[in-house]
Every structure is written in C-alpha cells, then in structure tokens.
Nanobody, 115 residues
Framework: VQLVESGGGLVQPGGSVRLSCAAS????????MSWYRQAPGKERELVAA????????NYADSVKGRFTISRENSKNTVYLQMNSLKPEDTAVYYC?????????WGQGTQVTVSS
C-alpha cells in the first residue's frame, strides 16, 4: 500500500495551494481519508476528513471556511484545497487512510507559508 502526497511548497500569505494524495494497493473507495499536519515542535493534528463515499466531511476549527477536502474514487485520489493561507498553516501535511482498525500514512509534503 502506498499513499503519495504532492503539491506542497512555498506560498505567500493569502495564497492558495492544492495538495493531492494518490493511493495504490488498497480498495480506495472503502477507506475514510484524512489530512493531518505537524508543525515544528507541535503534535500532529487532524485538519480535515472525508468519508469513503465522500458524503461526510469535517474540519478543524482553525481551517473551516478556508480548506476543502474532496476525493475522486475513480482516480484513487484525495485532495486538500487550501485558500487564504496563513503563516500558522506552515507544517508537513500527511495523508491518512483508515478502514476500521487498518490505517495507512503517506510520507508527508511540506507547506510553508511565508513572504
């Protein structure tokens, strides 16, 4: 099983970026998918989650109204659209897939918000 994130980089405050997570080796449409992030010196935190069919989403309070999680089961891919980025959004962003007690993580992609 592989979860491969892409799309990170350096972005200015107020800017936008879209992260992608491509999954392989699993029945993607059966997995609830999430994005987590970890900033230096801080614990990993849940940013956004989406149910296997895409009908349910939830977000951390800190990103509500700015970030949108979505998925394309036909492409085995989950996305995180991040708008109105702030310096405090700087972190390594990780993709997570979960089915009952089974859980997989990607390697992470760095997002740096700075002028």
């Amino acid at each position: 099983v592989q979860l491969v994130e892409s799309g990170g980089g350096l972005v200015q405050p107020g800017g936008s970026v879209r992260l992608s997570c491509a999954a392989s080796g699993l029945t993607f449409s059966s997995y609830d998918m999430s994005w987590y992030r970890q900033a230096p010196g801080k614990e990993r935190e849940l940013v956004a989650a989406i149910t296997s069919g895409g009908g349910g989403r939830n977000y951390a309070d800190s990103v509500k109204g700015r970030f949108t999680i979505s998925r394309e089961n036909s492409k085995n891919t989950v996305y995180l659209q991040m708008n109105s980025l702030k310096p405090e959004d700087t972190a390594v962003y990780y993709c997570n897939g979960r089915l009952r007690w089974i859980e997989y993580w990607g390697q992470g992609t760095q997002v740096t918000v700075s002028s």
